[in-house]
């Protein structure tokens, strides 16, 4: 069976999460490709609306261009770009999860924290899932 399906990352810049966010979508959501967009600390960039814009522009190409169905927002542990505690970025993702779904892309929308083993624990409109 060929996959040709997109979905759309938006993540820290930092290294240590890429290969672990994409393994798990490409698993967890049987796609070829990941767009990825990203940004130190990402998801406290979600409080500048300048930002917002910026990474809502770059998902619409992902979804009206290469068919994007699902766009997942994440944080992590250890994060450079944004040195706030696991709360605080639980905070931070539960808030650009309520951004992203206002921009009704009729497309599925899930917020990642990557915890200290690298691992993916899953949040859906607002509310923490099993992953």
């Known amino acids: 069976m060929v996959r040709t399906k997109f979905c759309t990352s938006i993540s820290c810049m930092d290294g240590r999460i890429q290969?672990?966010?994409?393994?798990?979508l490409k698993e967890k959501?049987?796609?070829?490709?990941?767009?990825?967009?990203?940004?130190?600390?990402?998801?406290?960039l979600f409080s500048n609306t300048a930002k917002i814009q910026e990474i809502?522009?770059?998902?619409?190409?992902?979804?009206?261009?290469?068919g994007s169905k699902l766009i997942?927002?994440?944080?992590?542990h250890d994060c450079a770009g944004n040195p706030v505690s696991k709360k605080e970025h639980i905070t931070q993702i539960k808030n650009a999860l309520s951004i992203i779904q206002s921009w009704n892309m009729?497309?599925?929308?899930?917020?990642?924290w990557v915890n200290e083993h690298w691992e993916l624990e899953v949040f859906?409109?607002?509310?923490?899932?099993?992953n």
């Open 19 to 24: 290969l672990p966010i994409i393994h798990w």
């Open 29 to 44: 959501y049987n796609v070829s490709y990941v767009d990825t967009i990203t940004e130190p600390g990402v998801d406290k």
């Open 56 to 66: 809502k522009s770059k998902v619409s190409i992902s979804v009206n261009v290469h």
């Open 72 to 76: 997942m927002i994440s944080g992590h």
């Open 106 to 112: 009729s497309v599925k929308v899930i917020g990642v």
């Open 124 to 130: 859906e409109n607002k509310t923490k899932v099993q």
